[in-house]
C-alpha cells in the first residue's frame, strides 16, 4: 500500500529552527507538496519538490531525496504564528495525491 | 471576493436530516475537489470534477451526492448520515484537473457534526 510518515506531533522554541520530517512509500513519484494549516482554516501551499536537493523560500525550506523516500520542511528563525499543521503529501504515478496525516507544530515563546 | 468559499463554515445535522454543502472558487481553475479531514488522519479525496465532469468516486457512500453545475461551483448534498461523517469537509480547486501536478487552492472547510 501507498504510506505517508511524518510525526505527529512537534515543539519548538521561538527564534529557533525545526526540522518536519516526511517518509514516504508510493507506486511512483511526480513531486511533493508541502501545505500549512493553521488551526480552523484552509491548508495553504508551502513548496512543491520534483527533482533532488533542497528548494528555499524565505524562512521556509524543503528538501528531497527521492532515493531515500525521504522529505524535510526546514523553518528557521521561528515566529509564534507558525503554529499550525504542515501536512506531507506526494503525487503518485498516477497523479493522485497522497497525504500524511500531518505535523502539528507548537511554538513557545 | 477571491479564493475558495466555503457554505456553511459550520453545520449540525441529525441523521435523518438532508443539507447541502457549497462551494464556490473565484480563481477560473478547471478542476474542483472535495476532501474529508478527520482528526489526526490524512486528507481522504471524496470527488474530483474536471471541467464540471465528474472523474473521481473514492469508494464514498451513496449518502454524499457532489453536483457541479458549472466549473466554480460544487456542492456537496448530504443525507441520512452516521456520526462517524463528523469531520471537517474541504473544497479546493486546481487550475489543471487529474494529471496536472499544480497545488491546490483549499477553502477554509465546513465543520459538519451529526447527530
Known amino acids: 500500500g501507498q504510506n505517508i510518515d511524518q510525526p505527529t506531533e512537534m515543539t519548538a522554541t521561538e527564534g529557533a529552527i525545526v526540522q518536519i520530517n516526511c517518509t514516504y512509500q508510493?507506486?511512483?513519484?511526480?513531486?511533493l507538496f508541502w501545505y500549512q494549516q493553521h488551526a480552523g482554516e484552509a491548508p495553504t501551499f508551502l513548496s512543491y519538490n520534483v527533482l533532488d536537493g533542497l528548494e528555499e523560500k524565505g524562512r521556509f525550506s524543503s528538501f528531497l531525496s527521492r532515493s531515500k523516500g525521504y522529505s524535510y520542511l526546514l523553518l528557521k528563525e521561528l515566529q509564534m504564528k507558525d503554529s499550525a499543521s504542515y501536512l506531507c503529501a506526494v503525487l503518485d504515478s498516477n497523479y493522485q495525491l497522497i497525504w500524511g496525516a500531518g505535523t502539528k507544530l507548537i511554538i513557545k515563546p | 471576493e477571491t479564493g475558495v468559499t466555503q457554505t456553511p463554515r459550520h453545520l449540525v445535522m441529525g441523521m435523518t436530516n438532508k443539507k447541502s454543502l457549497k462551494c464556490e472558487q473565484h480563481?477560473?481553475?478547471?478542476?474542483m475537489y472535495w476532501y474529508k479531514q478527520s482528526a489526526k488522519k490524512p486528507l481522504e479525496l471524496m470527488f474530483v470534477y474536471n471541467f464540471k465532469e465528474q472523474t473521481e468516486n473514492n469508494s464514498v457512500p451513496s449518502r454524499f451526492s457532489p453536483e457541479c453545475p458549472n466549473s466554480s461551483h460544487l456542492f456537496l448534498h448530504l443525507h441520512t448520515l452516521q456520526p462517524e461523517d463528523s469531520a471537517l469537509y474541504l473544497c479546493?480547486?486546481?487550475?489543471?484537473?487529474?494529471?496536472?501536478?499544480?497545488?491546490?487552492?483549499f477553502g477554509e472547510g465546513s465543520r459538519l457534526t451529526v447527530l
Open positions: 508510493t507506486s511512483g513519484f511526480n513531486g
Open positions: 479546493a480547486s486546481s487550475q489543471d484537473g487529474v494529471g496536472g501536478a499544480g497545488e491546490l487552492f
Open positions: 480563481l477560473g481553475h478547471n478542476a
